[in-house]
């Protein structure tokens, strides 16, 4: 008995199959203080990365300001969250409360 040889095609590359995760599964999620809650059903959360400067070589800390939804107006002042992305909200609102990581003392 004869086995049959497989067939394989050396002149094209076989693409990677792509992942059938949808695209919410991969929403980005940012850590990052609350900075005002004065808004209704909104806060302002600030997030603070840290890069050398491009020049001098010096840690240089960078801080970003985003609007996020939390529908029961549970985080205050201070608190540490997470906020995911979701689709626009508001004129300024992408982002929503996730969870509220610790509280401000």
Same mark, same amino acid.
């Given at each position: 008995?004869?086995?049959?040889? $497989? &067939?394989?095609?050396?002149?094209?590359? =076989?693409? $990677?199959?792509?992942?059938?995760?949808?695209? @919410?599964? *991969?929403?980005? =999620?940012? /850590?990052?203080?609350?900075?005002?809650?004065?808004?209704?059903?909104?806060?302002? =959360?600030?997030?603070?990365? #840290? &890069?050398?400067? $491009?020049?001098?070589?010096? %840690?240089? #800390?960078?801080?970003?300001?985003?609007?996020?939804?939390?529908?029961?107006?549970?985080?205050?002042?201070?608190?540490?969250?997470? +906020? +995911?992305?979701? *689709?626009? %909200?508001?004129?300024?609102? @992408?982002? @929503? /409360? /996730?969870?509220?990581?610790? *509280?401000?003392?």
């Amino acid at each position: 008995m004869e086995q049959p040889e $497989p &067939v394989t095609s050396t002149s094209e590359p =076989v693409a $990677p199959v792509e992942s059938a995760a949808p695209a @919410r599964n *991969r929403r980005r =999620v940012k /850590l990052g203080r609350v900075k005002s809650d004065k808004m209704e059903q909104t806060i302002v =959360v600030v997030t603070e990365t #840290r &890069v050398p400067h $491009p020049t001098y070589k010096k %840690i240089v #800390r960078k801080s970003v300001s985003f609007k996020a939804h939390d529908a029961k107006n549970d985080a205050k002042i201070g608190d540490t969250v997470r +906020i +995911i992305e979701t *689709r626009p %909200i508001s004129r300024d609102k @992408r982002w @929503r /409360l /996730l969870e509220i990581v610790e *509280r401000a003392k």
